[in-house]
């Protein structure tokens, strides 16, 4: 158990229709991540939060925005789901605000659009 | 812009040693990671490259060369349970991490 929670755990939603996916991170990070993984693309970078602010930005789209609370759980909401957004989306937290220490992934969100 | 290259599968032998490379083009370069994945679960951490040279962790090793813009994996003693997603990642200028694709290893008998 890497102390990250993530839920929910499965989703199924349609076409067009938004979602929120909740992380808490483990305690005492500062900084969490969140990764979409599909089966053609390997593990993507969309965004990380360090202490509330936004510190990073990867290859999010418009539809995709995320947010991290005082508490530092962090929410990532996708709107207008597309058939191709179905992935396996993974956050992680880390202690620091700089990618060069070991993160910690949650166990994922497994998302299908259908 | 960055980009990493490593191999899609390899199939090595219970008890065999096996290197899995990883080649990678990122601007600012910092360090590389190696993460583990079974199928259907979390990455779990591996190893984290600064330096060059070789850094040893009980039977896993990793490998870097900030010249060449290449590194490896080493894994020895194989066990059945090595068999998973050995995923390769960059991190690089605007705090950015870069993931490759991930080298899927079957370990056989």
């Known amino acids: 158990d890497s102390g990250v929670t993530q839920t929910p755990k499965h989703l199924i939603t349609a076409t067009g229709q938004r979602v929120t996916l909740r992380c808490s991170p483990r305690?005492?990070?500062?900084?969490v991540y969140w990764y979409q993984q599909s089966l053609d693309q390997g593990l993507q970078f969309l965004i990380q939060?360090?202490?509330?602010?936004?510190?990073a930005k990867g290859n999010i789209l418009e539809r995709f925005s995320a947010q991290q609370f005082p508490d530092l759980h962090s929410e990532l909401n996708l709107s207008s789901l597309e058939l191709g957004d179905s992935a396996l989306y993974f956050c992680?937290?880390?202690?620091?605000?700089?990618?060069?220490?070991?993160?910690?992934f949650g166990q994922g969100t497994r998302l299908t659009v259908v | 812009g960055q980009n990493i290259d490593q191999p899609t599968e390899m199939t090595a032998t219970e008890g065999a040693i096996v290197q899995i490379n990883c080649t990678y083009q990122?601007?600012?370069?910092?360090?590389l990671f190696w993460y583990q994945q079974h199928a259907g679960e979390a990455p779990t951490f591996l190893s984290y490259?600064?330096?060059?040279g070789l850094e040893e962790k009980g039977r896993f090793s990793s490998f870097l060369s900030r010249s060449k813009g290449y590194s490896y994996l080493l894994l020895k003693e194989l066990q059945m349970k090595d068999s998973a997603s050995y995923l390769c990642?960059?991190?690089?200028?605007?705090?950015?991490?870069?993931f490759g694709t991930g080298t899927q290893l079957k370990v056989e008998l």
């Open positions: 992680a937290s880390s202690v620091g605000g700089n990618q060069n220490t070991e993160a910690f």
């Open positions: 305690s005492g990070d500062l900084s």
């Open positions: 939060y360090y202490n509330g602010e936004e510190r």
């Open positions: 990122t601007s600012g370069f910092n360090g």
């Open positions: 490259n600064v330096l060059d």
């Open positions: 990642a960059a991190t690089g200028g605007g705090n950015k991490l870069t």
